[in-house]
C-alpha cells in the first residue's frame, strides 16, 4: 500500500516537472468569499466556499492556490466541497487557517504533510472521499486539530502513530469506513478525545480494555452502531470510565456478561436495540435511557432508581416488571411489541408521558390503567392488542390514545370512554378537556353505540378503515371536535339514517377539514355504492332519504344529475296524464250535451219548415214587406 502510494507521489511528481510556468490561483476569484458569523455567532470569519467545479477545475491538487489577503486578520474558513479533487496537495503556509473542508470530493491520495504549513487548524473534514489508510504523516504539524471528520471513506488502516502530538482532538468520526479492528493504539494518543464514532465499520471485537490507565479517560460519548460485534464482556470496557453515552445497536450482541457495564461511573445513555440478546445483565446507577428493543429478552433487567426512558419493544417478554419495583422518573415506557397479557402494578408510576403496549396479548383495558398509577400520562398506545372490548373502568387522564388494529374489537359499546378524560388541545387551555382518539384499522369493527362517549370530549376523532355503516347522530357534539373527523374508508350505508352526516357533519369538516372527506364513500345501497358522500354537499332536500336509494334504479356513481330528471320527468308525466283525463272527460260531457241540443234544435226547426210551408202558400206579400220595412 505504502509503496503504491509513494509511486503515485512519484508519478504525480514527474507531472509537477511540467516547463508550464507557475500561476498562482487566486481563490476569491474562482469561489465565494465573504464574511460571515462563524458557527457560534461570536467572532467574524473569513469565509471561502468553492463548490463550483467547473471554475476551479484546475486546481486539482490544490498546491497552487492563493490565500485572500484579509486585511482584517480574520480567521479563514475554506470549504472545497464537490471539486472532484482526487489528490491533496500541500497547502500554502497561512497561519489564520482554523476550518478546512474537503467533503464530498474524490480524495484518495495526499502529499506528506500536506497542512504542516496551516499550523493554527482546528477543523477538519474529510468527509465523503476515497482514502484508504490514515499514515502517520497526513496530520502532522496540526496539533491544534479539535475535531477531525473521516466518515465516509474507505479506511482500513489507521497507523497507530498518526495521532501522535495531537493533545487537543476532542472529536473524532470515522464512521462508515472499513475498520475491522478499533484502533486502539492510535485513539490512546488522544488525550483530549471526547467523542468518537466508529459506526458503521466491520469491527468484531470490543477490545477497549487495553486502555486501562490514562487512555481514553475523558471520553464521553462512544458510537459502534452497525458494526460485527458479538459479545460484550466485563473486560471489554477500561475501569471507572467517564462515558456518557454508548451506542452498541445493529451489532450482533447475543451475549452481554452480567457485570459488563458497572465499569461504567456516569453512562446516562445506552442503546443495545437490534441485537440478538436473550439474558439479562446489571446496569449502571447512573443510567437514565435504556433502548433495548428488538431483542430476544425474556426477563426484566433491573433498572436504576433514576432510570427516565425504557424502550423494551419486540423483545419476548410475557409479564410486567415485578410488581413492587418502582419507577418514580420514568417518563416513557416502549413495550409494543412483546408478549404481555396483564398489567398489574402496585406503585404508581409519576412522572410516565408515554407509554406504548401496542401489539401485545392484552383481552381487556387493566384496572391500573388510572389516574392515580399515571398523574401526568399524555400518550396510551394498546393498538393490536386482543381486546373485544372497550371499558375504562377507573378514571385516567390522556392526551391521545391509539387503539388502531383491534381484530377482535366488533362493537364498541356504551360508556367505552367515559372515564376517559382529555387534557385538551394544548395544556394552557384548561376549557376543553377534550382528548384524541385514533380507533382505525378494526377490520370487525361495526358498530360505535350512541352513548360511548358519555360524559367525555374528543379533540379529534379519527375512526378511518374500519367496517362501520352508520353512526349515531348524538355520538359526540360535532360542532365542538376542533381537530377533525375521520370517518374515511368505512362502507357507509347511504339511507336516511346517515341523513344527518350529510347535514351537520358534512358541512363542517368541508370548512375545516376537507381533505378528510376525499374518501368518505357509501358501501351500500348498491345503486351509490362507492359514490362520495360529498357529492351530495349542498343539497337541500332530504337526498339520502329519498325513494329512489330503496328502488335503486342501476345507475353509475356520477348519475346523480339523472336522478333529478327522472323525477322531474315523474311529476311532468303525471300532471299532463291529469291534465289530459280532465280534458277527455270535459270533452264526452260536451259531445253529450251538445248532441242533446242538437236533436232539440233539429225537432224545432223541422217544426219551423213545416210552418214555413205553410205559411208560403198564402202570405207571401207580407214577407215582401217586411223586407221592405228593412
Ligand atoms: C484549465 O486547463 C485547461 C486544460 O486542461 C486549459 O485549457 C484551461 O485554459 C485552464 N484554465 C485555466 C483557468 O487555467
Ligand atoms: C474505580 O473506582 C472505585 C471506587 O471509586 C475504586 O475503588 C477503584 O479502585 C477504581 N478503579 C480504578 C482502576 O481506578
Ligand atoms: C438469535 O439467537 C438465537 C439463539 O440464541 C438464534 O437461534 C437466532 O438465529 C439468532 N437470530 C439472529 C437474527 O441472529
Ligand atoms: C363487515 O360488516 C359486514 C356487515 O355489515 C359483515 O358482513 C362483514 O363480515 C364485516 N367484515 C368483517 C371483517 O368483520
Ligand atoms: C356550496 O355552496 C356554496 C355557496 O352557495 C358554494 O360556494 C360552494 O362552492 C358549494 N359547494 C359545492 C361542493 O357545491
Request: glycine fraction near 4%.
Amino acid at each position: 500500500m505504502k509503496v503504491f502510494i509513494l509511486l503515485l507521489f512519484l508519478i504525480d511528481y514527474r507531472l509537477c516537472q511540467d516547463p508550464e510556468p507557475f500561476k498562482a490561483i487566486k481563490l476569491c476569484d474562482v469561489c465565494v468569499c465573504s464574511e460571515i458569523n462563524d458557527f457560534d455567532g461570536t467572532d467574524l470569519v473569513f469565509n471561502i466556499l468553492c463548490s463550483e467545479w467547473d471554475r476551479i477545475k484546475n486546481v486539482t491538487d490544490l498546491d497552487k492556490i492563493e490565500w485572500p489577503l484579509n486585511t482584517n486578520g480574520l480567521k479563514i474558513s475554506a470549504t472545497f466541497e464537490g471539486l472532484q479533487l482526487n489528490t491533496l496537495g500541500k497547502l500554502p503556509s497561512n497561519s489564520k487557517v482554523e476550518s478546512l473542508r474537503f467533503p464530498n470530493n474524490a480524495i484518495e491520495i495526499y502529499w506528506p504533510e500536506p497542512f504542516k504549513d496551516v499550523p493554527n487548524l482546528k477543523k477538519l473534514s474529510l468527509a465523503n472521499n476515497k482514502l484508504r489508510a490514515i499514515t502517520f504523516d497526513l496530520l502532522k504539524g496540526v496539533e491544534q486539530l479539535e475535531d477531525l471528520d473521516l466518515s465516509d471513506n474507505k479506511i482500513s488502516e489507521i497507523n497507530q502513530l498518526c495521532f501522535k502530538n495531537m493533545n487537543n482532538l476532542k472529536r473524532l468520526n470515522l464512521q462508515n469506513n472499513q475498520l475491522t479492528m478499533m484502533p486502539i493504539e492510535a485513539i490512546l494518543q488522544l488525550p483530549a478525545l471526547e467523542e468518537l464514532d466508529l459506526g458503521k465499520n466491520s469491527i468484531f471485537d470490543l477490545m477497549l480494555q487495553k486502555t486501562s490507565g490514562n487512555g481514553l479517560i475523558g471520553l464521553k460519548r462512544l458510537s459502534l452502531k452497525g458494526n460485527k460485534i458479538r459479545s460484550v464482556m466485563t473486560h471489554s470496557f477500561p475501569d471507572n470510565n467517564s462515558l456518557e453515552f454508548l451506542d452498541l445497536s445493529n451489532n450482533k450482541i447475543e451475549l452481554v456478561e452480567d457485570k459488563s457495564f458497572l465499569s461504567f461511573t456516569n453512562l446516562k445513555e445506552l442503546n443495545l436495540g437490534s441485537n440478538n440478546i436473550t439474558l439479562i445483565f446489571e446496569l449502571p446507577q447512573s443510567l437514565e435511557i435504556c433502548i433495548l428493543k428488538i431483542n430476544s429478552m425474556r426477563h426484566w433487567p433491573t433498572f436504576p432508581s433514576g432510570i427516565k426512558y425504557i424502550d423494551l419493544s419486540y423483545n419476548r417478554l410475557e409479564t410486567l416488571y415485578d410488581a413492587d419495583a418502582r419507577f418514580d422518573y420514568l417518563e416513557i415506557l416502549y413495550l409494543g411489541g412483546n408478549q404481555i397479557k396483564e398489567f398489574d402494578i402496585i406503585n404508581p408510576l409519576p412522572q410516565l408521558f408515554i407509554l406504548d403496549l401496542s401489539f401485545n396479548l392484552l383481552r381487556e383495558i387493566p384496572k391500573t390503567f388510572s389516574e392515580l398509577n399515571f398523574p401526568n400520562l399524555e400518550d396510551l398506545r394498546l393498538d393490536g392488542n386482543l381486546l373485544e372490548r372497550i371499558y375504562f373502568p377507573n378514571v385516567i387522564v390522556l392526551k391521545k390514545l391509539y387503539l388502531n388494529d383491534l381484530p377482535k374489537l366488533v362493537t364498541v359499546e356504551d360508556k367505552a370512554f367515559t372515564n376517559v378524560v382529555g387534557r385538551g388541545v394544548d395544556e394552557k387551555d384548561d376549557q376543553s378537556k377534550c382528548f384524541y382518539l385514533f380507533l382505525t384499522n378494526c377490520k370487525s369493527l361495526s358498530a360505535i353505540h350512541e352513548y360511548a362517549f358519555e360524559g367525555t370530549d374528543v379533540c379529534m376523532l379519527d375512526v378511518s378503515n374500519n367496517n362501520l355503516t352508520g353512526l349515531p347522530r348524538d355520538l359526540l357534539q360535532w360542532g365542538s371536535v376542533s381537530e377533525g373527523v375521520n370517518l374515511q374508508h368505512n362502507p357507509w350505508h347511504c339511507g336516511c339514517e346517515l341523513q344527518w352526516m350529510l347535514d351537520q357533519l358534512l358541512p363542517l369538516l368541508y370548512k375545516t377539514n376537507a381533505y378528510l372527506l376525499d374518501n368518505v364513500r357509501c358501501g351500500s345501497p348498491r345503486a351509490v355504492e362507492q359514490l362520495r358522500l360529498v357529492h351530495w354537499y349542498n343539497w337541500t332536500d332530504q337526498t339520502l332519504c329519498a325513494d329512489y336509494l330503496r328502488v335503486g334504479p342501476s345507475m353509475g356513481a356520477s348519475t346523480t344529475s339523472s336522478f333529478f330528471d327522472f323525477s322531474t320527468m315523474t311529476w311532468i308525466l303525471s300532471a299532463a296524464i291529469l291534465v289530459l283525463s280532465i280534458v277527455a272527460i270535459g270533452l264526452i260531457i260536451y259531445l253529450v250535451m251538445t248532441r242533446k241540443k242538437y236533436t232539440i234544435r233539429r225537432a224545432a226547426m223541422r217544426r219551423r219548415k213545416q210552418n214555413a210551408a205553410d205559411v208560403n202558400s198564402n202570405g207571401h206579400t207580407e214577407q215582401l214587406k217586411a223586407l221592405n220595412k228593412t
